[in-house]
């Protein structure tokens, strides 16, 4: 069973910088490939970054490119998204989450984590 939690969030002031992280647990061969989403009240919930295995491959969506850092450390069993010049838009909850392979990931049913709340005032 694979588990996996998220902390790091918080208040912080436009402009400001957070760390996330996500650990987890389980099979290692559920978070080949990891990834961070969000959920702003009343939107959809958004891809905002994903990494491989290797820690390469990664994937960023446009409004986050250049001020989002997405990382793993595979000994820790660890993910971060490195959070820089963060702006009202970026406010909302984060979401970790893994998937065995691309195919899963794309199509399948990830693993998600509980999210952590992240608020950023103007």
Same mark, same amino acid.
């Given at each position: 069973?694979?588990?996996?939690?998220?902390?790091?969030?918080?208040?912080?002031?436009?402009?400001?910088?957070?760390?996330?992280?996500?650990?987890?647990?389980?099979?290692?061969?559920?978070?080949?490939?990891?990834?961070?989403?969000?959920?702003?009240?009343?939107?959809?919930?958004?891809?905002?970054?994903?990494?491989?295995?290797?820690?390469?491959?990664? &994937? $960023?969506? @446009? /409004?986050?490119?250049?001020?989002? #850092?997405?990382?793993?450390? =595979?000994?820790?069993?660890?993910?971060?998204? %490195?959070?820089?010049?963060?702006?009202?838009?970026?406010?909302?909850? &984060? $979401?970790? @989450? /893994?998937?065995?392979?691309?195919? #899963?990931?794309?199509?399948? =049913?990830?693993?998600?984590?509980?999210?952590? %709340?992240?608020?950023?005032?103007?």
């Amino acid at each position: 069973q694979v588990q996996l939690v998220e902390s790091g969030g918080g208040s912080v002031q436009a402009g400001g910088s957070l760390r996330l992280s996500c650990v987890a647990s389980g099979h290692k061969y559920e978070w080949n490939i990891m990834g961070w989403f969000r959920q702003a009240p009343g939107k959809e919930r958004e891809g905002v970054a994903r990494i491989d295995a290797a820690g390469g491959t990664f &994937y $960023y969506r @446009a /409004s986050v490119k250049g001020r989002f #850092t997405i990382s793993r450390d =595979n000994a820790k069993n660890t993910m971060y998204l %490195q959070m820089n010049k963060l702006t009202s838009d970026d406010s909302g909850t &984060y $979401y970790c @989450a /893994s998937a065995d392979s691309d195919n #899963t990931w794309n199509f399948g =049913n990830k693993h998600w984590g509980q999210g952590t %709340q992240v608020t950023v005032s103007s």
